[in-house]
């Protein structure tokens, strides 16, 4: 079973509109998730953070939402880019696993010119 | 820092022969990640080390999957014999521990197994 669901497995958006990229998670122990950027043939690159303690994290044009009791968690790109488009990765973690993260499937966004 | 490397970039084998994947992670990191990602399943742990030791192989999908860290500046993934379910892209990360966990990927190593 998934403890790291991204249920979208892509999305696609206008230039200039906003980007959201939904997160879900089922344990409760987990306090610090991560979001991943991918493009093709590359690694994953970390883009953002947030700790359990917050609800809210924002970076430039990246904003991370957290819902505690929802386990929710969100990625808000304003303004999305056609630069933005790549596979992004949810993950999560309980900060006592030595250093284990889960991640979730991945979302493929598309922004449109 | 060049970040995490790995060889080769692409690999095609046939049926049947060993493959072995190499890695070597951000100087000064403890905790060291082999994951494999498929269209089907994402991206998937197999294995991870910290300080040299491996913690948990559950990922590893069978015996033919092997994985070693002999210091801590190198790793490798091995299959023997490979199979073409095989074929996939293998990332290896490495990270200093830390709360927030965060993992540096390596550029991967996409395998096709004929």
């Known amino acids: 079973d998934q403890q790291v669901k991204q249920n979208s497995p892509s999305l696609s958006v206008q230039e200039g509109r906003i980007s959201i990229l939904n997160c879900d998670y089922t344990?409760?122990?987990?306090?610090?998730f991560l979001w991943y950027k991918k493009y093709p043939a590359e690694g994953p690159t970390f883009l953002i953070s947030i700790s359990s303690i917050k609800d809210k994290n924002e970076d430039g044009r990246f904003t991370v939402f957290l819902n505690k009791s929802a386990k929710h968690l969100s990625l808000h790109i304003v303004p999305s880019q056609p630069g933005d488009s790549a596979v992004y990765f949810c993950?999560?973690?309980?900060?006592?696993?030595?250093?284990?993260?889960?991640f979730g499937k991945g979302t493929k966004l598309s922004v449109k010119p | 820092d060049a970040g995490v490397i790995q060889s080769p970039r692409h690999e095609v084998t046939e049926m049947g022969q060993e493959v072995t994947l190499r890695c070597k992670p951000i100087s000064g990191h403890n905790s060291l990640f082999w994951y494999r990602q498929t269209m089907m399943r994402g991206l998937e742990l197999l294995i991870y080390?910290?300080?040299?030791?491996?913690?948990?192989d559950s990922g590893m999908p069978e015996d033919r999957f092997s994985a070693k860290m002999p210091n801590a500046s190198f790793s490798t993934l091995k299959i023997q014999p490979s199979e073409p379910r095989d074929s996939a892209v293998y990332f290896c990360?490495?990270?200093?521990?830390?709360?927030?966990?965060?993992?540096?990927f390596g550029p991967g190593t996409r395998l096709t197994v004929l």
């Open positions: 990360a490495s990270s200093l521990y830390r709360a927030d966990n965060e993992q540096f």
């Open positions: 344990n409760s122990m987990f306090d610090y």
């Open positions: 080390f910290n300080n040299n030791v491996p913690i948990d």
């Open positions: 993950a999560a973690s309980d900060g006592g696993s030595q250093g284990n993260l889960i």
